[in-house]
């Protein structure tokens, strides 16, 4: 029996399967000086609309990600490109070396602004300042003031039902327009 404030009982693994199909961008967190940089794959991050512009993630309370987050208070966001499916695999593994060296030099861009590391070729990164955490379950909802960022046109790396895909580019293109399919619904 259900009433308010009751929740019905689910299958859990028919849930999360549904979960798993809203699509979500991935990105690589990174924070740290060169030699303990660190970073962590993630396909919560989520803009917080309003004033001032911030983001939330979603981080196992349990993870060195959140742990290097933490100590920092600073750190990037790496947008993904399609291409960068390899780099969303080494952040995403739990044993991996620290610091710069952990990956080929070319896969580093310059620093932020303020000194935290950069994945080249990223299709877009935030500068974050950490602001608050709020335990949920066993996650921290990490929130972070936007303090700068950039983005580029190329096609972004998407988890859709726990597979990496290639999503949309938003360069310029010569499409053709989409005519209505419903043209009932067409203003005339």
């Known amino acids: 029996m259900t009433g308010p404030g009751t929740v019905p009982a689910v299958d859990r693994a028919a849930l999360t399967t549904t979960m798993r199909h809203f699509v979500t961008g991935v990105a690589v967190l990174t924070c740290g000086d060169p030699a303990e940089a660190e970073g962590t794959t ?98 921290e909802l990490v929130m972070a003031r936007v303090l700068s960022g950039s983005a580029n046109t190329a096609a972004p790396l998407v988890n859709f039902a726990g597979t990496l895909h290639a999503g949309p580019s938003t360069a310029p293109h010569t499409a053709q327009p989409v005519t209505p399919t419903h043209p009932e619904r067409t203003q005339r």
Do not use: K, Y
Not at 48 to 72: K, N, Y
């Open 42 to 139: 993630v396909s919560t991050l989520t803009a917080i609309p309003g004033e001032p512009p911030m983001v939330s993630v979603a981080l196992r309370r349990d993870s060195r990600g959140l742990a290097a987050l933490l100590a920092a208070e600073t750190f990037v966001a790496n947008g993904l490109a399609a291409d960068h499916e390899w780099l969303a695999q080494h952040f995403a593994r739990r044993s991996r070396p620290r610091g710069l060296a952990q990956l080929p030099p070319r896969a580093w861009a310059e620093p932020s602004p303020l000194g935290v590391p950069r994945l080249q070729g990223a299709v877009s990164w935030l500068e974050c300042r950490l602001e608050r955490t709020v335990t949920m379950g066993d996650h």
